[in-house]
């Protein structure tokens, strides 16, 4: 059981906006910024968003992150079919000292 | 170009000892600020975080597998290593190495993993 809840699938029409939301404590999320990764089909992860809302260089515009709390949220606008991926939050952990991971939230477009 | 790439068993019997090695370019491990990770995945299921190292020599661990664990690095030779003991068929996933700056642990850099099957 992850440290981090996400919930197990999400789902969008190409065009919509979807979000997808990532639930810690005190010692994560509500102490620490938020990352949040892309993992397609086969492949290793990709940093999406850092510090809770930024985006690396490359990453568009469509994908936004948020952190409220002891919650964050990941934003996907103007869906598109290859954003069809596997998404995971993170965190570092005061507690456990270390970085935690969300369970993943496999993202379907319709 | 920062590129990272795990090597080591495609399979291990259980009990044995795992070692696995990131080999990296693209950047140096003494730089302040720079940092290795290891990260697991079971096949269809979640990232799992299992170790870091920093520039410094600072690391850290999965407080799960803390007790069967290693993490060492060789700044000369731009690569980290990372053992597990007691491999046991849970153990059996993808394993990840990957790369954070700044004394973060934002992993901006990813190897393509590496499937250890753990098995007799």
């Known amino acids: 059981q992850s440290v981090l809840t996400q919930p197990p699938s999400a789902s969008g029409t190409p065009g919509q906006r979807v979000t997808i939301s990532c639930s810690g404590g005190s010692s994560s999320i509500g102490s620490n910024t938020v990352d949040w990764y892309q993992q397609l089909p086969g492949t290793a992860p990709k940093l999406l968003i850092y510090s809770s809302h930024l985006r690396p260089s490359g990453v568009p515009d469509r994908f936004s992150g948020s952190r409220s709390g002891t919650s964050a949220s990941l934003a996907i606008g103007g869906l598109q079919s290859e954003d069809e991926a596997d998404y995971y939050c993170a965190a570092w952990d005061d507690s456990l000292d270390g970085v935690v991971f969300g369970g993943g939230t496999k993202l379907t477009v319709l | 170009q920062i590129t990272l790439e795990e090597s080591g068993p495609t399979l291990v019997k259980p009990t044995q000892t795992l070692t696995l090695t990131c080999s990296f370019s693209?950047?140096?491990?003494?730089?302040?600020?720079?940092?290795v990770g290891w990260i697991r995945q079971p096949p269809g299921k979640a990232l799992e975080w299992l170790a870091l190292?920093?520039?410094?020599?600072?690391?850290r661990f999965g407080p799960s597998l803390k007790s069967r664990l290693t993490i060492t690095k060789d700044t000369s030779k731009n690569q980290v290593v990372l053992t597990m003991t007691n491999m046991d068929p849970v153990d059996t996933a993808t394993y990840y190495c990957a790369v954070a700056f700044y004394s973060s642990w934002d992993f901006s850099y990813w190897g393509q993993g590496t499937l250890v099957t753990v098995s007799s």
């Open positions: 693209g950047f140096s491990l003494s730089t302040s600020g720079a940092g």
């Open positions: 190292i920093y520039w410094d020599d600072n690391k």
